[in-house]
C-alpha cells in the first residue's frame, strides 16, 4: 500500500514535507498498522501517538486526506495523505495538546457537596462520553477566526453546569471562552468518534441560560424581538412573497404530486425572486403546491441563539397551519429551515429539501446553463440534514460545467453573522479563497443566508439552486420555439 504522510522535524530547521512510502499490511490494515510498518520497516524516526488500539483513548487522532480520525479505528486505503490535527506541531503527527488542555474546566465543588440525582446523571451522560482527541478542535472553523476556545471546551463547561456538585459560574466561563462564537455548523458532531451533539446538548443549553440571565449579544436580542413581534427574522420592506402568491398553485399538464410549501423568513421578504423560481419549478415538473398563508418563521435564529421561549407558539402555529391545508409533505429551500422543521419539531406530516424531492419524484432534465458553477454545502443541510449527493445530482444535470469544492462553513450560521459580524467575516475569507481556486463564475447553494455571505466576501453571483434549473428549463423552451 502506497500512502503520503505529512514529517517535520524542527531540529532541521527545514518546513514540513510530504513522503511517500510503500508498505506491506494485511488486509483491511488500519492507519495506525500503516504507521506501525513504516516505523518498523522504513523510518524508525517517525514520530506519532497511539496508546490503546481500541478507539477509546483519542490519543491516535491524525487527518487523513483531510478529515480527523482515530488512527486504530479507520480502515488504510490505497493513496490515503496522513497529517496530524490542525493544532500547534512538535514533531511529524505528533501536536502540542497542552494549551487545550489547559483550557478544560475542572470541577469547583466549594465547601458542600450536592447530591446527584439519577435526572443529573441522565443529563450529564450524553456529554461523558468525550475521549479528549480534540478532533473538534482540529476541524472548527471558528476557532482560527477568532478567540473561541473550541467545541469540547464548551462541552465541558455544560457538563459542569449540569452537575449539582459544581460552584463555578460556568456560563459567565462559557462566554469568556467563546460561547457565541460558534457557528453551529455541527462539523465537530461529524468528526467526533463519539458523535456527541456538543452545538445541540452544550452550546445552545448554554446560550439558553445566558439568555435567562440577560447576556445574550444585542443583536440576537434585537432579532428576538423582531421575531415576537411580527412573526418574521425580517422586517418588512415590501410586498412578500407570501403576499404575491395564490393559495393553491396548480401544475402544468398532469398532478404528479402535491406538497405543502415553507418559505422562511428570507425567502419570504428579503430575496423573494428565488421563492418564486421554486414554485415555477414544481410547476413544471407536475407538483401541486399549497401555501398555507398563516406560516410563520420556523424559530431557528431562536433556537440557535438560545433565546428560545417563544419557539413553542412558532412550533404551534407552523404544525397547525400545515395540518389545516391537509398535506402530508411540506417542502423547503431554505437549509436552516428544513434543518429545524426536522430536528426541532415534531411534525404530523414529512419535511423534505427540494434537492431530496426532487431526485425522489424525478424531475424532467432541463437545457445545460453556460458557465462553471461550483456548489457550496450549507452546514444545516449537509450535516443537519444529510443531503448531500442530490444537489449535485441537479447540478450535473444542468451545469455546463460543474467543479467540486470541499465542504466548509462560510461563517453566516449560528447568529454569528448577526452578532459577531467581523468574526463571519473572517471564516468566509477562508471560504472565499476555496472558491477561488474552483475558478468557477458561478456559485450554487440551497441557504439565503450563505447566499448573502458568500457573495459578501466573494464578489461572485449566488444562484439557488432552483433558479438555476428554471433557466435550464427556459433555455429548453426558447429553443424548442427555434
Request: hydrophobic residues 35%.
Amino acid at each position: 500500500m502506497k500512502v503520503t504522510i505529512s514529517r517535520f522535524d524542527p531540529a532541521t530547521g527545514e518546513p514540513p514535507k510530504f513522503v511517500e512510502y510503500d508498505v506491506s499490511v494485511k488486509e483491511a490494515a488500519r492507519v495506525l498498522n500503516v504507521l506501525d510498518a513504516v516505523r518498523d520497516t522504513v523510518d524508525p524516526e517517525l514520530a506519532y501517538r497511539h496508546c490503546c488500539r481500541g478507539g477509546q483513548c483519542g490519543s491516535c487522532a491524525v487527518r487523513v486526506n483531510g478529515e480527523p480520525i482515530l488512527a486504530c479505528m479507520q480502515e488504510a486505503k490505497e493513496g490515503d495523505v496522513i497529517e496530524p490535527l490542525e493544532l500547534p506541531r512538535i514533531r511529524d503527527l505528533v501536536t502540542d495538546i497542552a494549551p487545550v488542555m489547559a483550557q478544560i474546566a475542572w470541577m469547583n465543588s466549594g465547601c458542600d457537596c450536592t447530591p446527584v440525582t439519577q435526572q443529573d446523571i441522565e443529563e450529564i451522560k450524553p456529554l461523558r462520553e468525550c475521549i479528549e482527541c480534540y478532533s473538534c478542535i482540529s476541524a472548527c472553523p471558528a476557532i482560527s477566526a477568532s478567540d473561541y476556545k473550541g467545541p469540547t471546551i464548551m462541552r465541558q463547561e455544560q457538563r459542569l453546569n449540569l452537575d449539582p456538585r459544581d460552584k463555578g459560574d460556568r456560563i459567565l466561563e462559557a462566554i469568556d471562552k467563546g460561547l457565541f462564537s460558534c457557528t453551529t455548523c455541527h462539523k465537530c458532531v461529524e468528526v467526533c468518534p463519539k458523535e456527541i451533539e456538543t452545538p445541540r446538548k452544550a452550546i445552545e443549553k448554554l446560550r439558553a441560560e445566558a439568555a435567562k440571565r440577560g447576556l445574550s449579544l444585542p443583536a440576537h436580542k434585537a432579532l428576538a424581538s423582531l421575531i415576537e413581534k411580527t412573526g418574521r427574522s425580517v422586517e418588512r420592506k415590501d410586498q412578500t412573497f407570501l403576499e404575491r402568491v395564490p393559495d393553491v398553485i396548480e401544475p402544468e399538464g398532469e398532478v404528479r404530486a402535491t406538497v405543502g410549501f415553507f418559505v422562511g423568513c428570507m425567502f419570504n421578504g428579503r430575496v423573494i425572486q428565488p421563492a418564486l423560481d421554486t414554485i415555477e419549478l414544481l410547476r413544471l415538473n407536475g407538483v401541486r403546491v399549497i401555501i398555507p398563508k398563516d406560516q410563520v418563521c420556523c424559530g431557528s435564529p431562536l433556537i440557535r441563539t438560545g433565546l428560545s421561549g417563544f419557539v413553542p407558539e412558532l412550533q404551534k402555529r407552523n404544525i397547525d397551519a400545515f395540518v389545516k391545508a391537509g398535506v402530508d409533505t411540506v417542502l423547503t429551500i431554505c437549509a436552516g429551515c428544513g434543518s429545524t422543521l426536522k430536528n426541532d419539531y415534531e411534525t404530523p406530516f414529512r419535511v423534505v429539501d427540494i434537492t431530496e424531492y426532487l431526485c425522489e419524484l424525478g424531475f424532467k432534465i432541463p437545457e445545460k446553463v453556460e458557465g462553471t458553477y461550483t456548489y457550496h454545502d450549507p452546514c444545516h443541510l449537509l450535516r443537519g440534514q444529510g443531503i448531500s449527493e442530490q444537489p449535485r445530482v441537479l447540478l450535473n444535470a444542468v451545469a455546463e460545467k460543474f467543479v467540486e469544492m470541499p465542504a466548509r462553513c462560510c461563517g453566516a450560521g449560528g447568529g454569528v453573522k448577526s452578532g459577531l459580524p467581523d468574526q463571519a467575516a473572517a471564516i468566509g475569507a477562508v471560504r472565499a479563497e476555496m472558491v477561488k481556486k474552483t475558478g468557477a463564475d458561478y456559485i450554487v447553494t440551497v441557504c439565503p443566508f450563505c447566499e448573502f455571505h458568500l457573495h459578501q466576501v466573494t464578489g461572485l453571483p449566488i444562484k439557488q439552486i432552483g433558479s438555476l434549473l428554471l433557466e435550464g428549463y427556459r433555455k429548453q423552451g426558447k429553443n424548442k420555439q427555434k
